[in-house]
């Protein structure tokens, strides 16, 4: 199985300020067909999770902008431009390679 | 847009078998583009991809390595709804579990289940 880990694991922020996570694969996450398969998904508290990135770099619908996803191969990173009030949760990173599909162990953004 | 509604016990016995179904509106479990997945959330785990089902011509299925040999996906095509059947449960099987669509090609899980919170616990 692709083994999938995060840093940091907690991550306070200052609202306006950006902020950034990194996410590493156990090996390429890059499809024959040229796509690299990683996703971004936040929970927000009492919520169910929702994607945010896929494919390494596409935001899903309704995303809003200031959520942004770089990276190729193994490495990979969200970044958050400006930080506001209701982006805390647990951002988890996701391979999508190949099955069984292996999640991050999630990094837990809160306001400082 | 697809809605996916869960039902079933909250609480499970140790030993006996974990059962949840989704009911799906706005789409069809035979999607042939698209799939359906089970995932579980606990603290100890974090998020945790369980398994999918997903219809191309024929039903194919994919499971977890840690939960392969005791969990089941059945799809029902009949009620439109998707099952999850899970054997031989111990408390660290306690979590909230959720059902999700899984679009092709990489998209991503696009929506997802409210969640159910099942104990395992005699």
């Known amino acids: 199985d692709i083994v999938m880990t995060q840093s940091p694991l907690s991550l306070p922020v200052t609202p306006g300020e950006p902020a950034s996570i990194s996410c590493r694969a156990s090996?390429?996450?890059?499809?024959?067909?040229?796509?690299?398969?990683l996703d971004w998904y936040l929970q927000k508290p009492g919520q169910s999770p929702q994607l945010l990135v896929y494919?390494?770099?596409n935001r899903a619908s309704g995303v809003p902008d200031r959520f942004s996803g770089s990276g190729s191969g193994t490495d990979f990173t969200l970044r958050i431009s400006r930080v506001e009030a209701e982006d805390v949760g647990l951002y988890y990173c996701?391979?999508?390679?190949?099955?069984?599909?292996?999640f991050g162990p999630g990094t837990r953004v809160d306001i400082k | 847009q697809v809605q996916l509604q869960q039902s079933g016990p909250g609480l499970v016995k140790p030993s006996q078998t974990l059962s949840l179904t989704c009911a799906i509106s706005?789409?069809?479990?035979?999607?042939?583009?698209?799939?359906w997945a089970w995932v579980r959330k606990s603290p100890s785990r974090g998020l945790d991809w369980l398994g999918r089902?997903?219809?191309?011509?024929?039903?194919?299925?994919d499971y977890a390595t840690h939960v392969e040999g005791r969990m089941t996906i059945i799809p029902d095509t009949s009620r439109n709804q998707l099952s999850l059947q899970l054997n031989s449960v111990t408390p660290e099987d306690t979590a909230v579990y959720y059902c999700?669509?899984?679009?092709?090609?990489?998209?991503?899980?696009?929506?997802w289940g409210q969640g159910t919170l099942v104990t395992v616990s005699s």
């Open positions: 090996q390429s996450l890059l499809n024959r067909n040229g796509n690299t398969y």
């Open positions: 999700a669509k899984t679009r092709a090609l990489g998209q991503g899980i696009v929506s």
């Open positions: 089902a997903y219809y191309r011509s024929e039903w194919r299925y």
């Open positions: 996701m391979q999508a390679l190949q099955a069984p599909f292996t």
């Open positions: 706005g789409d069809s479990v035979s999607n042939n583009n698209d799939g």
């Open positions: 494919l390494g770099f």
